[in-house]
């Protein structure tokens, strides 16, 4: 009988698309499930309320597609999108002007805009209804739990083939307003291969993960390295913002068991995932994987709750300090801060945590190669994570000790690991400009 009434509940909230956005009024401030909770069909009409509702607001971040709304400047008439992570859609707004960049951390950023842009709408994709009237927000929970509790309207996108993901992700019937069904597939990322240079420099951050660690990993080809590199080690936990395609062989090769975690043992905790269908399949309906909101995973606080943690994250840029330019390109803005000081700063005050950073000697430029350490900064460059918070720098050329050093040291280490091709020039320019 109960599990009749949700049917009749979600049958009477079924919509078209079209009707669940006639529910958007003026100055309305929308925000959406992030990364693979995007609700696709509902983003991908948003731009049909171009002219006919003015003044509307909406909040990206790590978005998978490019929507009408956010790539086309005529809908500049209409809506006003800040974007907290770019990708590939998101990057290429913004060099149009169509999109401004909102600067925050993963564990803080959506509670901080919210404060000064108080939320109205929310869409999400979510799992199919459960027998108990239960969606899941399965694929991400950066922001979803916050938004889902601050907006007055709630819409739903059914999406078919979402795993189910047990943590703190579900919506109860009761709190939808709207239900739209999806009728797309889930977006995957494939997993690489990594090339020699990110073999090497995985090879290398291998040597400062011990066994019985708690690691961070992200995405790419470097990430990727590095878990092929830990397939040797023994009882190593989780904790990440992250969950990707690399910890599935870490898990099935009996690397990963969390038998040795501080926090939540034997759970594989994280706040998103993206990757490919092996993955998804790993994680449907897995009691060993928790998904929890960014404000709790994130959380430096609660990061430093893992003994042994290490965090492992990559960047654009280096000076010959130690600071990291992780999220833009001189100037320009490329992607966004996200978890990097998050997960750098919990590992630092973890009981024996340290924290990672990877990146190529070498970066590839429409205007020919360049060294990725520089004695200074590109003009312009953010500043992701602070010199003072650092422990180690990696490139393929070996590990640079950051912690505990003073600048001449790491100018010294710096200039050991940066490619042999710029080392006695980046030693003349630190000697000019009096970096010891």
């Known amino acids: 009988m ?11 909230k079924l919509v078209s698309v079209d009707e669940a956005l006639s529910h958007i009024h003026d100055g ?33 971040g790590l978005g998978m597609r490019d929507y009408p709304f956010l790539s086309d400047p005529a809908c ?6 800040d974007c907290i992570f770019m990708m590939a859609a998101g990057r290429a707004a913004h060099r149009k002007g169509l999109t401004n960049v909102f600067p925050a951390s993963l564990h803080n950023g959506i509670s901080r805009w919210m404060e ?13 209804m459960d027998k108990h009237g239960y969606f899941r927000m399965s694929m991400c929970l950066i922001q979803e739990r916050e938004m889902l509790e601050t907006a007055d309207l709630v819409i739903v996108e059914v999406t078919p083939d979402m795993p189910v993901i047990y943590g703190d992700n579900e919506i109860h019937i009761s709190q939808v307003d709207f239900i739209v069904e999806g009728n797309g597939a889930m977006p995957e990322i494939p997993a690489s ?29 470097i990430p990727d390295a ?23 062989d870490l898990v099935a090769a009996g690397v990963v068991n969390g038998r040795k975690k501080s926090l939540h043992k034997g759970k594989l905790v994280g706040t998103f995932t993206l990757g490919n269908r092996m993955l998804y399949d790993f994680l449907d309906q897995n009691p060993s994987v928790m998904l929890m909101p960014g404000s709790y995973v994130n959380h430096p606080a609660v990061i430093a709750q893992n003994d042994n943690m290490i ?35 919990g590992a630092l005050h973890a009981k024996n945590g340290r924290n990672v950073i990877a990146v190529k000697s070498v970066a590839h430029t429409k205007q020919g190669d360049v060294s990725a350490i520089n ?52 030693h003349r320019e630190a000697q000019e400009l009096l970096l010891w």
């Open 226 to 248: 590095v878990g092929q590199c830990l397939l040797s080690k023994h009882d190593l936990g989780v904790h990440t913002e992250m969950i990707t395609n690399s910890m599935v």
């Open 193 to 221: 291969e990594p090339t020699a240079v990110e073999k090497a420099i995985g090879a290398h951050i291998a040597e400062l993960v011990h066994d019985g660690d708690t690691i961070q990993l992200g995405i790419g080809g």
């Open 375 to 426: 004695a200074q900064l590109p003009k312009g460059s953010v500043v992701t994570l602070s010199r003072n918070d650092i422990d180690y720098i990696v490139t393929e050329y070996g590990i640079a000790p950051m912690r505990g050093r003073s600048v001449r040291e790491r100018v010294n280490n710096l200039i050991a690991v940066a490619h042999p091709d710029y080392r006695e020039q980046l």
């Open 116 to 128: 000064h842009n108080p939320l109205n709408v929310f869409m999400v994709a979510v799992t199919p």
């Open 76 to 81: 500049r008439e209409t809506f006003t999108t």
């Open 28 to 60: 309305d401030v929308i925000g959406s499930g992030a990364a693979a909770n995007e609700p696709a069909r509902l983003l991908g009409r948003l731009h049909a309320l171009n002219g006919k509702v003015h003044g509307l607001k909406f909040i990206s």
């Open 311 to 345: 965090s492992i994250n990559t960047t654009l840029n280096v000076d010959l300090t130690g600071q990291c330019a992780s999220e833009s390109i001189g100037s320009l803005q490329y992607s966004g801060s996200g978890g990097q000081s998050d997960t750098a700063i």
């Open 2 to 12: 109960m599990y009749e009434n949700y049917q009749a509940q979600y049958a009477a």
